[in-house]
């Protein structure tokens, strides 16, 4: 069996440049998850590095497939230097781990919630799953092995996130579009949702 972490973190170097940091997360239970971090201008982006090791697995399924299934890895980006954001390793490690320890499948328009600020002062607890292809290109394996999608994460208040669990991702979406929300900001306030 291929290893493709080692393509994943080419594919994310290729996009985002060399990271000027790593850290690295073990959940029991779970292979070791690291967590990049690119500084590019004034946005700094997190990359999770772990998660597409395994194919996530439906919790309803009876067995996991252990080659066949969907692939992914996490990027946050925020602007630099507004908050202490590089305290949000452990909680984007947490989210990448979810799918070996909750056996979930993380998908765009999920809601992922850590329970807790993402970074110390953190108007957000959760983040929206977004669409991938954006920043960081699908990375094709050989078959019969799935691509790694690169899911972009943002970041929700529980505002935001109540709202969204009512109205759906997409309306959620368009009022931050509507409103020209800044969701680099890590300081940011919500959206107005009336």
Known sequence: ??????????????????????ASVTFLGADRVEVLR??????????????SAHPMTDPTAMVA??????RAELV???RAGRAGTDQVLRPLAVLAASPQVEGVVIAPGASLDVGEPLWPGAPFTSVLVGEPGGLVEDLDLDAPLDPVRFLPLLPMTPN?????RVHGA??????????????RDPLR???PLD
């Open 1 to 22: 069996m291929v290893d493709v972490l080692p393509l994943v973190e080419a594919r994310l170097t290729t996009a985002l440049g060399e990271p000027d940091a790593r």
């Open 38 to 51: 690119f500084v590019e201008g004034d946005l700094v982006r997190y990359a999770s590095l772990g998660m």
């Open 65 to 70: 497939d252990p080659i066949k299934g969907p």
């Open 76 to 78: 946050l980006t925020v």
């Open 160 to 164: 935001e996130a109540a709202w969204k």
């Open 170 to 183: 997409q309306a959620l979406q368009e009022r931050w579009l509507t409103h020209g929300t800044d969701l």
């Open 189 to 191: 306030a919500g959206v």
